[in-house]
């Protein structure tokens, strides 16, 4: 049931069905409608809200369109495929490696950039891409000030939330990705939480890939805390 089918049915030229009646209720209420959808992106927000995020998703792809050119950090809560986005990435490797796209993982490290904005005169990083838009629930990401590092915390209390700083993510070599969590253990004393990245706040079939982020605390700390990032947070 779109909107010009709807229009169609209150101007009396087509006959009311429950989907129309379920449509105008969901948007009198502010929701988005039912049969919308199968064809939408996963989402938890209101009607209101939705309707800003799908213009801010249209507009990073019209500007991309217009410059041919990929933004210096990808906003990739905003992509309608975001899995599309670690595909090419990995592709990109596995060509530049002459290995099979099997052998390639998905490796991401936290920045010091707060915004993506403070990347506009950076050139672009030798392997892979830039990203932002995550959220990190469950926990925090914050600077350890016994190693002058950012690492995974505690959240504070009350703070179900925050946001991440940019984050680069590359194609590597499952022999490269096992050296990096070895020296990471060495540095850290702990090592890396795979931390799970979800497209919403249902998380379940939402999952997109998995981020690698350094605690100095075990692992198992954060999987039990079902410590998670997401694309979105907001209802």
Known sequence: MSLEQLKLTLAGDLLTTDTAEATMASLRGNSVPLAWKPVLYPS?????AWCQDLAARQGQLADWAQDLHPPVS?????????IA???????????????????IEAWSTATIEERP???AQAPEPSQGAFY??????????AHHHHSDTHTLMDAEPKVLSCAMPVMQIEGVL????????????KHSSQGIYECPVYMTMDRGS???????LVT???????????????????L
């Open 44 to 48: 938890l927000k209101p009607l209101g």
């Open 74 to 82: 990808m906003w990739i809560s905003g992509l309608f495929t975001p």
């Open 85 to 103: 986005f670690l595909t090419s990435v990995l592709q990109t490797a596995a060509r530049a490696s002459g290995q099979p796209l099997d052998y």
């Open 117 to 119: 904005s403070n990347l």
């Open 132 to 141: 932002h838009g995550l959220s990190l629930e469950g926990a925090r990401w």
């Open 174 to 185: 499952s022999t490269e990705a096992a050296q990096r969590r070895e020296e990471a253990m």
């Open 206 to 212: 939402t999952y997109v890939f998995t981020a690698q």
């Open 216 to 234: 100095k605390c075990k692992p198992s700390k954060w999987v039990l805390g079902g410590v998670a990032l997401l694309m979105a947070v907001d």
